[in-house]
């Protein structure tokens, strides 16, 4: 049995997240984190899911990390640095689905993964490490004589963009290209732009309504388009990935892993 810890327990992933738990014989919700101040706290985390387990809303994380295999942790950069502290001094393993980290924070993570093993992936989802993977290898065969643009669609509560698996995605197709993505990287157009530069990697970000997360990438040639495209229709698609993800980690001592390892693709 993995003891798990959920943080931002009450949001949107959070909600997912805890009926993936309560869902798995193989998992117990260890504790339920929200910050301090949130109205849920002291409540029980099964409540907000209709299903009370005993685990009240918490925000004392050195309490929570007592006695716990693994934290998942889908909230915001900063946050995510406390959790990451945190877990690294008392040997908890964690797992990573935040986005909008900056270069320093993303060595941070780095650095603690020497002492305790993490799963740090922008999309926990099966479909979209599978997509990775098929953008790779696209690109690889249509390196000559097409554009490549990264669109995506999330919904109206995002506050980072474009998202973390768009960005992982030009990642993917630069790297097939053997190109630098924070090189050729073009984040916007607006006005007189001139003609398209064919080594860049453009983005396009949607943000509207509650849009879970779409994601495409468009090989545009000359007479015909190649769309490689995921769209999620539910968080617990994530949830379930995450999940997947601490389970991977019960036996790893340390190291930096991502989906892929999980899935076994590499």
Do not use: W
């Not at 992933?13 to 910050?35: F, I, K, N, S, T």
């Not at 900056?102 to 490490?129: H, L, R, W, Y």
């Not at 990935?241 to 991977?248: E, I, P, S, V, W």
């Not at 930096?256 to 899935?263: K, R």
Request: glycine share 12%.
């Amino acid at each position: 049995m993995l003891n798990v810890v959920i943080a931002g327990s009450t949001g949107r992933m959070g909600h997912a997240l805890l009926e993936g738990v309560v869902a798995d014989p193989e998992l117990r919700l260890h504790a339920a984190l929200d910050r301090v101040g949130a109205p849920a706290l002291g409540r029980d985390a099964g409540e907000l899911i209709g299903a009370p387990c005993g685990v009240a809303v918490t925000s004392d994380l050195n309490a929570a990390l007592q006695g716990a295999d693994v934290l998942v942790d889908f909230t915001r950069p900063e946050p995510s640095m406390e959790y990451l502290a945190a877990c690294r001094k008392v040997g908890t393993k964690l797992v990573i689905g935040t986005t909008g980290f900056t270069p320093e924070q993303k060595q941070a993570i780095s650095d603690a993964a020497k002492d305790i093993a993490i799963v740090f992936a922008p999309n926990m989802s099966v479909g979209v490490t599978l997509l990775i993977n098929l953008v790779q290898a696209a690109a690889k065969v249509l390196s000559e004589g097409y554009d490549i643009e990264v669109i995506e669609a999330h919904h109206r509560h995002k506050v980072d963009a474009p998202s973390g698996t768009a960005l992982r995605l030009g990642e993917a197709a630069a790297a097939a290209l053997g190109r630098d993505l924070a090189q050729c990287a073009v984040y916007g157009r607006e006005g007189v732009t001139g003609e398209r530069d064919p080594s860049t990697i453009g983005f396009a970000t949607v943000r509207g309504g509650d849009v879970v997360g779409d994601h495409t990438v468009l090989f545009a040639g000359i007479g015909e388009r190649v769309e490689l495209t995921h769209k999620a229709s539910s968080r617990a698609t994530f949830a379930l990935g995450a999940l997947r993800a601490a389970k991977f980690l019960a036996d790893k001592p340390n190291g930096l892993f991502d989906m892929q390892d999980v899935l076994g693709l590499r």
